[in-house]
């Protein structure tokens, strides 16, 4: 009985230094503008702790938007990066009145068109993509925040799954893999040749007679058995528009639990219009309790000046 | 007042001179060489520490190369207060008797009463309750969620699109650690994370600090390796004590094992011996028996001259005694791992 296929969510983890960059750029540069700002957020792909979600980082250098700056303070090789938008309100009432499902809609709608428009394939690190709704109070140090991944949703089975043990075959191929790729927005999403040497996605061609199964690979960040990470829903539904409807997938880990997923897609509706409409797009971040809504911050104690003197004693 | 004390910390750590000559099998301090030998071994031994640059050059220790600044590892679980481990803390008390032999002044343990538990135990529900008054603040747009939720839910939950992972009282740490020059030891400095992800207030951290160093040796204060993050660290100022005890009693255990080990080439020997009376023509392998012998009683005599501990094994041993200072967090999960 083949099992449908399940995905392990994002949570993120914001660094006190992003909301101390935030305030920063708040006062001299956004003041009350509203408009989407570029960031650059990272995950981890060296967590070891078992049953770990992919956690998405994001610190004061997110605003510098540029790896260069992550790779001088991250240890080599440990983490990849996700392209996101920030938009920070002016108010509490804008940052609850906003209409979330439509901004949300609107960012899968934008990564839609990059896979009409191929961009993608040169930029695969926009399948990660984020945002981050914002209001920040300043007088209080205190930071409303939500984050969404936006997904497409597309329904695939897994026909069969294996656990991959040549460990070393394998971190030898990344590792050679990560030396001819050196921009960073590709080194996640790649194609596999017959001998599961890593390919530039910029290969993937649009095929809608093919019979066998494509080989892709992805590197995965997270820990639980055989369920891959967020971003592997996105990666399936570009192939997907590009009219690939099985799937073989090496979901790549440097903690030795690699595995090997074989997949195909359903006969939904919502697989077979995929070239027509826009897939539903899912991905606001969950609370630790399981709910639906934002995070709050309350760093006081961390940012005001006049708590670290009082603390520091 | 306290801006004065750090900068006075941060300018004695920028005046005291480096040595390099190695001290650490009698004072239990270490050098820099030292600490980038221990480091590698560290990192290699759980890949789960790494050498990490620091981001900016003003804050380079130029003593240290610049791909080994300081270890980090990231996002250590840590499920339980520390708090919770107050009443049976068997193994802390193990920890200090023997740091007892050596003078640690342990003033708070046995003054911490029942009240005092229960004072800290109040003082985490309220701040539980604080938050939960957080929650209601945005409560509208809580019910607004509803709105979403169909896409959501098409999306997420049909027969578990995704796996929920719901464990509110876990917390997460990034621990580091640097070289402290003034104390010339290791410094470990900890940033805390709730389960959503949202950085510890320093009184959140320190209910995962035990109750014998909280008021001791843990201080809040920016890590000076990287940029704007405030940190609970460990102050080194008793490490080197520590260590050396921690150190000496290794090496008894050693000794024992070495020992045994002797006994057992005695043996070795024994039999060595009858076999060489016993078949002449094997005389070469009994030698070869006899150099091997040799060769480990040598090699164990060369180990205790270097005080058991190599000097490169100093952190693995050093993360053993934090792991008494933070009960609570994890990063000794690698071992079990491995």
Redo the contacts between chains.
Sequence with gaps: MPEKLKFVPFHSSVDSSFFQKLSELKLDKFKLDTSSQVILAYYNIKLFTKNSAPLINVSGTSFENHSNEFHRMLPGGSALFAPGNLVNLNTKEQFQEMDKNAYLQASGEKLYQSFKSKEVLTNPALLASLNVLSFSDLKKFKFYYWFSFPSFYTEWMINSSRIESAKEEFDHKIQTWWQTETNDNKKNFFLLDADNNPIALSELVLDDKRNDSIRVGIIDASTYPMIPSWYLRNFLTLLLYYGYTKVEVLVYRFNGSSFWLDLSAMDSSINLNIRQNVPKVTGWEKTSNGSLQPKIADLQSLLSPVSLAEQAV | M??I??RFSSLREYLTPVTHTSTFKTTGEITPEEFVAAGDYLSYKF??W??????DDSLEKTFLPK?RQFL?T????SYQRALSYLNGGAEEDDEEDVADEDGWTTTHTHMLKKGDNEKEVAVAKNDHSHELI??Q??Q???D??F???P??E???N???????????S?R?YDLYITYSTSYRVPKMYL?G???????L???QMFEDISADYRDKTA???KAPF?????SVSIHPCRHATVMKVLMSRAQIAAQSRKAEAAEAATKDITQGINKLGLKDSEETGGDDEWEDVQGVGNNKEEDEEDGVIRVDQYLVIFLKFIASVTPGI?HD??MD?L
Excluded: H, M
Aim: glycine residues 6%; aromatic residues 6%.
């Design positions: 306290n801006n004390r750090s890949p789960t790494q050498w990490c640059p620091v981001a791909d980090v990231r996002k250590v679980p957080n929650d603040e945005i509208d747009i809580d607004d969620d709105d979403i939720e896409v959501v098409d999306g997420k049909p027969s578990g699109g995704v796996v929920s992972s719901s464990q509110e876990r997460n940033v994370f709730d389960a959503d992800g949202i950085p207030t320093p009184d201080t809040i204060e990287l940029q704007n993050t405030t994890y999960y690698t791992a």
